[in-house]
């Protein structure tokens, strides 16, 4: 049997003040005795989204509530292949198809339900889609209804539901996230306020992080 | 009606109306501190905290919270677990909170009113002789509603939770007795109001002779013993939520968990009004002990009303600033708020202005005004102090983590006893130093 090797960890000594324990404790409460007075003052202002009247602008390749996108004259894009039902892990979407009068399009949907209660999200259905018609761009993080049966939601519904940069002009003030550099240097303590570097990447640089998962098209 | 009746209906009305305001006042102080505790913990955590419950237009920053959260905890239905001790379990709430509600009354409010017919007025509801005691004895008797609470529940996070919180309140409760003893030492008394008359002198002329002047150590001990004893961070071990999902009341709801979450504040505030009265001078005014403050009242009135009417154009400023910060932001009523607020207070401003006018234009009713406003000023002065002490609290609950376990009882008993001790040994020999008791 190999001896056991013992590593040995300095820790670190309290120093006197330390050990009393009062020191560090006003320590800690000037800091948070700042944030208090920099919140009651208002200089740290708008960290914080006033929902329901502010909204965020989701960056780019958030997977929010699913649309149908349409051809130029308004009809539904999708020609009932059934690829998303098939490959969605959730089993959440459900097509009926019908014919089409054009016969070089051959198929589109009767019924085009997505249960939102069962999606999970993970976007494979706009990757599958051979045709562009379901994207998951409407920037919609919030879904809400009073009953089960309007959560699953159909053809018409989905159809008219926008993406998110065409109505965060109109619908929702321009809010998004925070302007984190700017707001980190108004401040009087910044190591305390700067965000971490993680959030800062994904707001200067969304497509980076997502692009992975991000449909590729254009 | 003859008017030796007619006294003695006058002092049963007074009676009455102390005991009236020393039960409400505590309990109108807790939905304060609650939404002192909502707003100050948000701001120190960089949120809004609450503004969004309105009745029509008036939100208050919040305030309307308060109303709703009261009638969602009367409204709610009192489950009573099966398995339970229902004495016992129903037993603990009342036990706590009148408890806490109980030591109140021993706290002077103000000094000794005396009225122009020769009656006094003591701003004390309990006369005793006991004092400080009382604080002590009715104190240690919130273990058992803890560990009834505990006990009574049959679970085993409500029990782990009482033994805890019991553990926690008897330990802290040696050195808490023992810091004061310093102090009835310098005082010699035990006598709530006479401790606060003592605290109106000033220590080599310019300092306010008060308690954490001349005993420092004790008030360092006496604070930190009465966060343990009103089991609030950093030493809510009891309701260790990551441990013991929230302690003694875990099997508690609706308004049982209720009676419980009111006494913790009201023994918050009976916390702040012992400190106060202890070590920060009670209903002592710097520099104005009470035959100034009937002397002065006259021009202390108008002093008083002009800074009130100052700090209602202040607000009335800084809403106007909201106003014009968030204007437009609902698009209905709401936006107006400040205005409105604005408005009335400007309003208030103006009739505070009006008072000091009509007060210099008939002069002040010295006789009975004299004694009534310094007994106004001096309430207004200790709850002021309460509700400082109060902030404190709660600036210190979203500051520190809470204790382990093992460090709590190394606290309590091989620093904090040993120091409360050692004061006790230095006021001793301080006092035989400078000669006598009164020195």
Redesign the interface.
Known sequence: MKPVKIKKVQREELNFWEKT??VP?FQ??S???K??VA??T?S?DK??V?YP?EQKVMPKGYRGKHRLTQRDDGTVKCVACMMCATVCPANCIHIEAEEHENPEIEKRPKIFDIDLLRCVYCGYCVEACPCDAIRMDSGIYTIFAPKREDFVIHKDQLLQIKPQSEFAADARPKQGMPALPGHSAGTSSPQI?SPPARAENRDTEPMKQDSSLAPSKD | MNPDTLNAVLDIGIVLAKVLFFILFPLSLVPLLVWLERKVSALIQDRPGPNRAAIGFVRLGGLIHLIGDTFKMLSKEQLIPRNVHLFHYLAAPVIIAGVALIILPVVPFADVIHLPGGKEISMQALHLDAGILWYFAMTSLMVYGVVLAGWASNNKYALLGGVRSSAQLISYELPLGLSVIGLIMTFGTVHLNDMVIAQGDLLFGFLPKWGIFIQPLAAIVFIVCAFAETNRAPFDLAEGESELVAGFHVEYGGMLFGTFFMAEYVAMVVASAMIATLFFGGWQIPYLPTERLIALAPVLSQVALAGAAVVMLGLAFLSYRFYAKYNGKFKDIRDKEGLIYCVLLILAAGGAFATMGALAMFGFPQEWGGPLFAALAQMGAFIGKILAICIFFIWVRWTLPRFRYDQLMFLGWKSLLPIALANIFLTGVMIFLTGGLKG
């Open positions: 324990y009062l404790i800690g409460m800091v948070t005795a944030h208090f919140n009651l208002g740290i960290v914080n006033d009247e306020f």
